[in-house]
């Protein structure tokens, strides 16, 4: 990590990205996982469309709440697929099928409230390892401005250092050194993971 450090931030990403973005379109900064579906975004609050190839700071809330239920679908070893795209199980039948798989009287705020966890012991592992907040970036040639259907378009830099500012807000992370906060490892009980691992 601190090898990777000292080299461009994402450089070994540069050669993977295309300028175009995913098949061609316009690139996705930080949000392209968002599903497009507007009855999902509507459950997660949002009635307004944002902008693909934009990272506004009001995105940043769509990707931290979508991201939230995503981590509860890994933790519980569910694929993305079949929830938020699809909504071929819903979160009622999910927490349904844990209940009767594990015997727990479990509820949807526990499952992502350990999503949250997970995510939260990640980001530890990560500072412990040598990563900051210098590392969540994007690959310079995304900066640039493309050709073609979007020609002109680039992901701002000014607007991308909003959105993580505004991301890291919500998650509850410090923005200097990027670890979660010490309330927010109290608040998932997770002082302990904390211990040791500040930069």
């Not at 009001?58 to 909504?87: E, H």
Request: net charge positive; with cysteine; proline share 8%.
């Amino acid at each position: 990590a601190r090898a990777a450090r000292q080299e461009e931030p994402g450089h070994r990403l540069r050669h993977l990205a295309h300028r175009r973005g995913p098949h061609g379109g316009a690139p996705r900064p930080v949000l392209h996982r968002v599903p497009p579906q507007h009855d999902h975004d509507a459950r997660a609050g949002h009635h307004r469309g944002r902008p693909a190839h934009r990272a506004q700071r009001r995105k940043a809330k769509l990707f931290y709440q979508t991201q939230r239920v995503w981590s509860m679908y890994n933790t519980v070893g569910m694929c993305d697929f079949v929830g938020a795209p699809i909504n071929a199980v819903s979160m009622t039948r999910l927490v349904e099928h844990i209940r009767a798989v594990t015997g727990w009287d479990v509820s949807l705020y526990e499952l992502i409230r350990a999503g949250e966890r997970a995510d939260a012991m990640a980001r530890i592992f990560n500072v412990r390892e040598g990563f900051t907040p210098a590392d969540d970036t994007l690959p310079s040639r995304l900066f640039d401005a493309i050709d073609g259907p979007l020609d002109g378009e680039r992901v701002d830099p000014q607007e991308l250092e909003e959105a993580l500012a505004a991301y890291y807000t919500l998650q509850g992370w410090d923005p200097k050194t990027g670890m979660p906060t010490p309330a927010r490892l109290m608040e998932l009980d997770l002082e302990w993971a904390g211990e040791g691992a500040r930069a």
